[in-house]
């Protein structure tokens, strides 16, 4: 954690004037004079340039950063760190993800969980179930416009928008998700340390180029969607379904700082169907979380035998929706700050 200090006087008003024209002409945001580090406005590469402030409040600041991978402008929800803190943590969104606002920002809680620490939050928007990786091409079922090419974007391109603006450092950062972008957070941060240096699954699928989940994996994709995954990594053969798989590379774990949490899928406080809509979505969730519990068991198994640590949340109760995975972001939240703010 490096917070900003400033207990050393400036020689002069000449050399301050100095200090502030240079860092000015490097583009870097400046603070007012001892303001929350939280309170000012970045600049970005919207029409106006500047971010704007997020109607979820909680100094949540909607940026717009342009992705030369993708062709386009990524909507980013940024939350700086209120102290000024250099580490952040990344949200990655769900198989449904919206692209007007990450689920995380709303649903998960995830800004007044961490309103008042030294962490700086980063919630991407978009991604709709791209796995946040590099597709091999667009999605042939459903005429898709563009490549994804998530991967890239956040970690290649967004970390020097966010060392720029927020002072988010280029090493030493937390990445986590859920569902479909629980295997995603551990993957990337597999291969990209030391940029990430913590991972957190809740109800992630890390085993995904198991046939079974293969198949699984595209029966969700289609209902979401439309999406052919073999656009993503190529046949299910394909030695990149591998290589995004992090049960299959748990080896690569070791030294980073890990964090799954799961439920059984039995109904919880959440959950209290008043109609055959809810009834049906609780059943839906009962079986995707059910799944969620075996895969987060098989990869507890797998980093047991290589005496890799982690940290695993197993709650009794609760299906594959937003009330518990707000629940288990708040149960890991220490662990986050402890790591990293």
Request: glycine residues 10%.
């Amino acid at each position: 954690m490096t917070v900003n200090k400033r207990n050393k006087w400036v020689a002069s008003t000449g050399a301050t004037l100095l200090a502030i024209s240079l860092v000015a002409g490097m583009g870097v945001d400046l603070p007012t004079a001892n303001a929350d580090n939280r309170a000012s406005l970045r600049r970005d590469n919207s029409a106006n340039r500047r971010c704007e402030w997020d109607p979820v409040k909680h100094w949540v600041q909607q940026c717009e950063v342009w992705s030369k991978a993708m062709h386009r402008k990524i909507r980013v929800q940024i939350q700086p760190a209120k102290y000024g803190g250099n580490h952040a943590l990344f949200l990655l969104d769900g198989m449904r993800a919206r692209n007007d606002w990450n689920g995380w920002s709303r649903d998960g809680g995830a800004p007044r969980i961490f309103v008042n620490s030294n962490v700086t939050l980063v919630m991407p928007v978009g991604g709709e179930t791209s796995f946040y990786t590099n597709w091999k091409r667009k999605s042939s079922t459903n005429g898709q416009k563009y490549t994804y090419k998530w991967e890239t974007f956040l970690t290649k391109e967004l970390p020097g928008y966010l060392n720029r603006r927020f002072g988010v450092a280029y090493s030493g950062n937390a990445i986590g998700g859920l569902s479909m972008s629980g295997s995603a957070a551990f993957t990337l941060a597999i291969y990209h340390k030391p940029y990430f240096k913590q991972a957190l699954s809740f109800s992630g699928y890390m085993n995904v180029s198991d046939p079974i989940m293969q198949q699984a994996l595209q029966y969700a994709a289609n209902d979401a969607g439309n999406y052919n995954l073999q656009d993503m990594w190529g046949p299910y053969s394909d030695p990149t379904w591998r290589r995004n798989d992090p049960y299959v590379n748990a080896a690569k774990l070791r030294g980073l700082k890990l964090f799954m949490s799961s439920a059984t899928g039995l109904p919880g406080r959440y959950d209290n169907p008043r109609n055959g809509q809810e009834a049906f979505n609780t059943s839906v969730g009962f079986l995707l979380e059910g799944v969620a519990r075996q895969q987060h068991i098989l990869m507890k198994n797998q980093l047991e035998q290589l005496g890799i640590p982690c940290r695993h949340i197993f709650m009794a109760n609760g299906i594959h929706n937003w009330g518990y995975w707000r629940d288990q972001l708040r149960m890991a939240s220490p662990y986050v700050k402890a790591v990293i703010g």
